[in-house]
């Protein structure tokens, strides 16, 4: 799933580009940050319990387009990665985790710019899409268990940030994101996702 959302993105930009290279108000923007990834709550017959987590990272690649005077959308490629903090089982205690989360997303995200006629234009978002939530368990309590599973679920976003005009056409971004999806289901349990992102990245307007 993963390379089939790389490949459909890079097929999106070729064919952005292929008929909007003169266009004005094509843009493209990547993004940097930090993934804060909430305790999740699992579910499965016969158990319950909760996840926790390292803080970790994300970076987004877009490209989009700017719609009237204060709007945009784009369609974004963006991959998070979170390391296994702990394990608890409600009925048993918590237990270490040694292993990663990591998520990739394609997103079709929607803006409003609130210009002002100044250089700081801040802005609000979401977006929906499909992500692929993979889990890599590696050990726990030091013993070796080496279990991968992932899911693909529909995802959703909601961001909030501002921008620099740092020149006519390059902006500077800063922002945050809640990002959640669906419970995926891993190897017949059921597990909470949401993240809380904060980001900065740089946008240019061809």
């Not at 296994?84 to 237990?95: A, P």
């Amino acid at each position: 799933m993963k390379k089939d959302l790389v490949v459909l993105f890079l097929f999106t930009i070729f064919i952005g580009f292929s008929v909007s290279t003169a266009s004005a108000g094509v843009y493209l923007s990547g993004n940097l940050g930090a993934s804060f990834l909430s305790d999740s709550d699992w579910d499965e017959d016969g158990g319950s319990g909760e996840f926790t987590f390292d803080d970790g990272g994300v970076a987004t690649l877009a490209l989009g387009t700017n719609i009237g005077s204060a709007g945009r959308i784009e369609i974004e490629l963006a991959s998070r990665v979170n390391d296994l903090d702990e394990v608890k089982f409600d009925d048993y205690g918590t237990f270490d985790l040694d292993g990663d989360v990591t998520t990739v997303s394609l997103m079709g995200n929607a803006y409003y710019d609130f210009k002002n006629g100044s250089r700081f234009t801040p802005f609000i978002g979401g977006g929906l899409g499909y992500a692929n939530v993979e889990y890599d368990l590696d050990e726990i309590e030091g013993y070796e268990i080496n279990e991968k599973d992932d899911d693909n679920v529909m995802a959703y976003q909601l961001m909030l940030g501002t921008g620099f005009a740092a020149t006519e056409r390059l902006s500077i971004d800063l922002q945050y994101r809640f990002f959640g999806t669906a419970d995926p289901e891993l190897d017949g349990t059921d597990v909470e996702y949401h993240t809380h992102n904060v980001m900065l990245g740089l946008r240019y307007d061809f």
